[in-house]
């Protein structure tokens, strides 16, 4: 079945580190996904990793990949006021057309 | 350039009216989708345009209809609208059916 999950919210102190996980279902999804949406903005990608990495790092952004437990995490170092958004974690599921399923998206809240 | 751009930002119609949202992207990607985002959820596949044929339809009601004039542009078009349809639509695209998708900005529709 189709099911991708993340935890709702999630507070952090500028210049933390923050940690934002997701689980999915579908052990045949090809890419994973991270896209950030600010308020009333359209959703950015910010990094992916293909199903056969375990690890990705693209500046302050690390993505850690654990197929057996299908789980995914996003890590942001640095935290920054301005990452403040709404984080989604998608899988694209391989025999549906590039469909992606997102989980219910981690409300990322930076205080100074 | 990773630029989806959709016409308008805000539509607000009524119940009877017919109006029509644009997407265009010039990438060169062949695959183009349109999503449905309503406010605090993730966004919800509606239709896949692969190759400028639509090749998934997400058992959306024949009230959206959507349409793909060449392979850089998608429209939406909509008719006979219900106040519950209001939400933000998105289109993105992708190089192939199983690549990275990126998003536009969304059309904020409200339908009154």
């Known amino acids: 079945g189709e099911d991708v999950e993340q935890s709702l919210f999630l507070s952090v102190r500028e210049g933390d580190s923050s940690v934002i996980n997701c689980t999915y279902t579908?052990?045949?999804?090809?890419?994973l996904y991270w896209y950030k949406q600010e308020p009333g903005a359209g959703l950015q990608l910010l990094t992916y990793?293909?199903?056969?990495?375990d690890m990705k790092q693209d500046q302050r952004l690390t993505v850690l990949l654990n197929k057996k437990d299908k789980h995914l995490s996003l890590r942001i170092a640095d935290t920054q006021t301005g990452d403040s958004a709404i984080y989604f974690c998608?899988?694209?599921?391989?025999?549906?057309?590039?469909?992606?399923?997102f989980g219910q998206g981690t409300e990322l809240s930076v205080k100074p | 350039d990773t630029e989806v751009t959709q016409t308008p930002k805000h539509l607000v119609m009524g119940m009877t009216n017919k109006k029509s949202l644009k997407c265009e992207q010039h990438m060169g990607h062949r695959a183009m989708y349109w999503y449905k985002q309503k406010a605090k959820k993730p966004p919800e596949l509606m239709f896949v345009y692969s190759y400028e044929k639509l090749s998934i339809n997400e058992s959306v009601p024949s009230r959206f209809s959507p349409e793909c004039p060449n392979s850089s542009l998608l429209n939406l078009h909509l008719h006979a609208l219900q106040p519950e349809d209001s939400a933000l639509y998105l289109c993105a695209s992708s190089e192939g059916r199983n690549t990275e998708a990126f998003f536009g900005q969304g059309t904020r529709l409200t339908v009154v």
């Open positions: 990793i293909f199903s056969n990495m």
């Open positions: 579908d052990s045949s999804s090809t890419y």
């Open positions: 998608a899988e694209s599921m391989r025999n549906q057309g590039g469909k992606l399923i």
